[in-house]
């Protein structure tokens, strides 16, 4: 192992290299299959020579515990369906900062080792991120998975609390830092822990994809911070990418709803809703029809922009949207599909399930790029989006989300819009583009929905 030892940064070296190579292999549908293998390699060969420089490492511990992840791993990733991605992504980040927190604390209770004031500040920092990091990506996947209420955490005394307890965890970490008191340590840690909820609990669901993003930034800043604790330069390589990239998607999903990204976290139109519009809700009138009056509508156009939301997610409909897109090309229409940013539940939701059901990639838009063409578009069908195309946004200062940049599916000449009823979305704000006489609304489960408009086209003539 010593001989090893030479080679071990070359070895980190090529692991960096192959972790970049992931980085730029995933910012594209095309080469992202190539992109997680590069990741694969880059993090089997970081674990084997880690593995290789432990001093008197207990084998048989190691390799059980990594049978163990690696089984519930590859069960999970075979098993789990694309619309329960979001949570299973908070969940992973939640365990990174676990593993954060129980470094630290391992560093600290070992008795053999030295911490001058730098170690210190590095089990300081690595520590608090980790626990905040474990803590609201808990809350986040309970918010994602609904086994906790999506709607936030309201009172004036939320901040208060909010405030006091960071202020906290900093005194208590600053006490460490000074004096190496153990007591101050773990008391930073349970603050931290509790100050992760209270930072999740009052996001609203509509801020969940920057939530998601953010946290993975966290998750990679946290195992960086370790990575200077524990010496190992691949796990701060690692830790730095993970860390600036999810902070730099965060800035573009923000950018993307026009906000910053501290109005997300502690302000944002998930906090609230928009009052006045739900108040005038019950005064407004809506057209509906049925999933053969939309399939005629669709047959008999030229153009059709699909526009996906978390509602196809939530209804495993994305194969019997693709059957739809298909049947309607086969009777001559142009049919696309348009994204947002922040459609869905964490970023490239939308995208994922399109991939899924082998959606062509040249048929998917992102918004900046389609825009302009729902002027000139016969039909867009919206299936359960909300917020991503409310002309709210565009036409109405008062409202929570004004100034937020959508897909503009009220200018095409008829809009159809699937939903399950007139609720509101995930934010809790009423959609205008439901109430225009060009809308027309089918009612039920999108993709038994979908399946009906298919049976409508094929029946149909254009």
């Not at 970049?20 to 993090?43: D, E, F, K, Q, W």
């Not at 059709?304 to 897109?325: C, D, F, H, S, T």
């Not at 939308?350 to 082998?358: I, K, R």
Request: include cysteine; glycine fraction near 10%.
């Amino acid at each position: 192992m010593q001989n090893f030892a030479q080679y071990a940064d070359w070895a980190y070296l090529v692991g960096a290299i192959l972790f970049i190579l992931t980085l730029r292999g995933l910012s594209s549908p095309t080469s992202a299959v190539m992109g997680n293998r590069y990741g694969m390699l880059g993090m089997g060969l970081a674990v084997l020579t880690t593995f290789f420089l432990a001093h008197n490492p207990n084998v048989l511990m190691i390799v059980a515990a990594m049978a163990v992840g690696a089984a519930i791993g590859i069960y999970r990733a075979r098993t789990v369906p694309m619309t329960q991605m979001p949570e299973t992504v908070a969940m992973m980040h939640s365990l990174v900062g676990l593993a954060a927190v129980l470094i630290a604390l391992a560093a600290v209770f070992h008795q053999g080792m030295q911490h001058d004031t730098v170690h210190r500040f590095e089990l300081f920092v690595g520590c608090f991120v980790g626990a905040i990091t474990f803590t609201a990506s808990v809350i986040a996947w309970g918010k994602l998975s609904a086994k906790l209420a999506a709607r936030p955490l309201k009172g004036v005394w939320v901040k208060p609390v909010q405030g006091v307890l960071f202020l906290l965890m900093l005194v208590l970490g600053a006490n460490y830092f000074v004096s190496e008191d153990v007591q101050s340590f773990l008391g930073m840690t349970v603050v931290a822990l509790v100050f992760g909820y209270f930072w999740i609990a009052p996001i609203g669901g509509g801020d969940m994809p920057v939530v998601v993003s953010l946290l993975n930034s966290l998750s990679g800043w946290a195992a960086a911070g370790i990575g200077f604790t524990l010496n190992n330069s691949m796990l701060i390589i690692a830790g730095s990418l993970v860390g600036s990239s999810g902070a730099i998607l965060s800035y573009i999903m923000c950018r993307a709803m026009n906000r910053s990204l501290l109005n997300v976290l502690f302000g944002g139109f998930g906090q609230s809703a928009a009052v006045a519009d739900i108040a005038d809700a019950g005064d407004r009138t809506h057209r509906a029809g049925s999933p053969d009056d939309a399939a005629f509508l669709m047959a008999n156009a030229d153009s059709v922009i699909i526009v996906p939301g978390y509602g196809m997610a939530q209804a495993r409909a994305q194969n019997a949207v693709k059957e739809l897109a298909d049947a309607l090309k086969g009777k001559g229409v142009t049919v696309r599909y348009a994204i947002h940013p922040v459609a869905g539940r964490m970023p490239g939701h939308m995208n994922v399930l399109l991939a899924e059901a082998d959606v062509s990639y040249e048929e998917v838009f992102e918004m900046e790029s389609i825009n302009s063409d729902f002027a000139a578009t016969d039909v867009v069908l919206v299936i359960g989006a909300n917020d991503v195309v409310n002309p709210a946004a565009k036409d109405n200062p008062a409202s929570p989300i004004y100034g937020m940049p959508i897909l503009e599916a009220a200018k095409a000449r008829t809009v159809l819009v699937i939903k399950r009823s007139m609720a509101t979305g995930y934010a809790g704000l009423d959609n205008d583009l439901f109430y225009l006489d060009k809308t027309m609304m089918i009612f039920g489960d999108a993709k038994k929905v979908a399946e009906d408009m298919v049976k409508g086209v094929l029946g149909g003539g254009h």
